[in-house]
């Protein structure tokens, strides 16, 4: 077998293939009806715009795939088509055979016609739709299975990289195709969620485990399932600021370039205009900032943003500043995980803004949180990306931790809360956690005006306000009388 890969003509397979398929190899796709098989081949046979290439059919017409395949973009200029697939007189004109098995009769010419249009057509890609029917052509197991071998055989010794496509089910398993193959490329869908899996893959290297897919109205798309560098950036000793003076005092000057940070609080305490002030402050630095943002429009940040004196309308233009609103339910985890690689790594995006944790949990869709979020957050940790997770806590006035395995990812922790004291509603902030340097322990007073977050004074007079219970001194606590 010749050395080298092929490209498969999607580029998330190709990662996962470690370049694509191994040239001269025979692959085999699974997957039940609707999971884009022969979409599949589409991109196989159209990734090589100057080879020949194959596609021989035993079920859809040449006529029915030209259309399918013109219809999601694919020019197939350089596919000469094999079409073996009943004709419309078949059932009209049914022939039957009273001596000879119909497997005997047809499997010569069918054989023939194969041969004869390899050795005319001479092509590098061959893709077979389906090659269970061989089965149909052979008497017992073993003659398909043989005939499978030969067959591939053939293929292989004439240059050819051959993708076939499977159907099996309970009562007509493919696991001999399975061990006559190079490769395997298994298509299923899970809850609603496509996915794509490679379980063998011959002479080459590849990234097990499920990953996302979707077909869309250019074909298949893959989002390869996220693997954090092994080689990190280290610790920065770099600080940069939130641009809050208050803020910044309390965590000696701001906190450390690629780093974990959560900001934990009820919903309306602050935690988006935080986070805001933050990206604003890294795009005046002339650093690329992004805000995904799960739970408002792009417009609706930006009014709220221009409601407290952020000018975040002049640096989005700038592109400096970026608000990417996320229809949660409309991505995989993987899917997310593609569209935050893409900006790091084609963009430079030094700082991402996650809003929030909570409506993010909607992408997982039943999967573990901690091991989807550990992998983003490494990743972007290994890039020297500083990333501000927002969590909206279920308490208007406890739960700090947002649990579930998250919290140990973090470098640092920052809690808002609101507490009442003179039958008034006031807000407070703290940092809870900061590695690699000491902080303020202290909490103290938030204040939102039309000029924006405000840092105030120690709320020395007030406890209670982490357990949810505040008081201020010489008051008794409710529930301590």
């Not at 399918?68 to 200029?77: C, D, H, M, P, T």
């Not at 770099?238 to 809050?244: H, L, T």
């Amino acid at each position: 077998m010749t050395s080298g890969k092929i490209s498969t003509g999607i580029s998330g397979l190709d990662e996962i293939t470690d370049g694509g398929l191994v040239k001269n190899s025979s692959n085999l796709v699974r997957g039940g009806p609707g999971t884009g098989k022969t979409i599949l081949g589409f991109h196989f046979l159209s990734a090589d715009s100057a080879g020949k290439s194959a596609f021989i059919t035993f079920e859809e017409s040449k006529e029915n795939l030209l259309a399918s395949s013109s219809k999601l973009g694919f020019e197939l200029r350089n596919v000469e088509f094999l079409d073996l697939s009943p004709s419309e007189h078949f059932f009209s004109e049914v022939e039957s055979y009273d001596i000879f098995l119909s497997s005997d009769v047809e499997r010569e010419p069918v054989t023939k016609q194969i041969i004869d249009f390899i050795e005319t057509v001479k092509p590098e890609r061959v893709f077979i739709d389906s090659i269970t029917q061989f089965r149909y052509f052979s008497p017992n197991k073993y003659q398909f299975r043989k005939q499978v071998i030969s067959f591939i055989r053939f293929l292989l010794q004439r240059g050819c990289t051959v993708v076939s496509t499977s159907e099996f089910s309970r009562e007509e398993p493919d696991d001999d195709l399975q061990f006559l193959c190079d490769g395997i490329i298994n298509l299923k869908t899970e809850d609603g969620e496509r996915l794509i899996e490679i379980t063998k893959f011959r002479q080459s290297g590849f990234r097990s485990g499920l990953h996302s897919m979707k077909i869309t109205a250019q074909g298949i798309r893959v989002f390869p399932r996220l693997i954090p560098d092994t080689v990190s950036t280290g610790i920065v000793n770099e600080i940069i600021p939130f641009g809050i003076e208050g803020l910044d005092k309390m965590l000696y000057g701001g906190i450390r370039r690629g780093t974990i940070n959560i900001i934990s609080g009820p919903p309306g305490v602050g935690k988006s205009t935080l986070g805001m002030l933050f990206a604003r402050e890294t795009a005046m630095r002339k650093e690329k900032a992004l805000i995904y943002t799960f739970e408002e429009s792009a417009d609706q940040m930006i009014f709220r943003a221009k409601s407290l004196g952020i000018p975040a309308v002049g640096l989005k233009e700038s592109d400096l500043l970026q608000i990417e609103p996320i229809m949660a339910l409309a991505y995989s985890p993987d899917e997310f995980s593609q569209l935050v690689r893409s900006s790091v790594e084609k963009e430079d995006t030094k700082v991402i803004v996650i809003d929030s944790l909570s409506s993010y949990r909607l992408v997982l869709k039943g999967r573990e949180q901690s091991e989807a979020l550990y992998a983003l957050c490494k990743y972007m940790k290994s890039r020297g990306v500083t990333v501000i997770l927002l969590y909206a806590t279920s308490s208007l006035v406890s739960d700090i931790d947002p649990g579930r395995g998250v919290s140990f990812l973090c470098d640092n922790i920052i809690f808002l809360r609101y507490y009442e004291a003179a039958g008034e509603i006031h807000r407070a902030i703290g940092v809870l956690k900061k590695r690699t340097s000491d902080f303020e322990k202290s909490v103290r007073e938030l204040v939102i005006t039309k000029n924006g977050i405000e840092i105030g004074e120690r709320l020395t007079n007030t406890r209670g306000i982490l357990s949810g219970m505040p008081y201020v001194n010489g008051e008794v606590p409710d529930g301590k009388e």
